[in-house]
């Protein structure tokens, strides 16, 4: 799921509706933003995020769904639809 350019997309899936309100509302937890802050169109880079909250941002979404994201994958061109969608493509199938 890598463009030419290098960069990590996921295209043709939409992230689950529970997966992207989760992921908005631990990013605006974790930078501190405002809840009328709109996320889901900017990168974490976009929104002001330092180095330690992307590794608070990657942790918590391991924990709270047992998904890798990898650090370049955080930190490139990736918005946040774009990373709960990703979230949504790797989460291991329960059942």
Do not use: K, Y
């Amino acid at each position: 799921m890598s463009s030419a350019s290098g960069q990590n997309r996921v295209v043709d899936v939409d992230a689950g509706p529970t997966t992207l309100l989760w992921l908005r509302t631990t990013v605006r937890e974790i930078l501190q933003l405002a809840e009328s802050e709109d996320v889901d169109t900017r990168t974490l880079r976009e929104l002001g995020a330092g180095s330690l909250q992307v590794v608070a941002v990657q942790f918590r979404i391991l924990q709270e769904t047992a998904v890798n994201v990898e650090m370049d994958e955080l930190v490139g061109a990736s918005h946040i639809a774009d990373l709960a969608m990703l979230i949504d493509v790797r989460r291991p199938a329960t059942r």
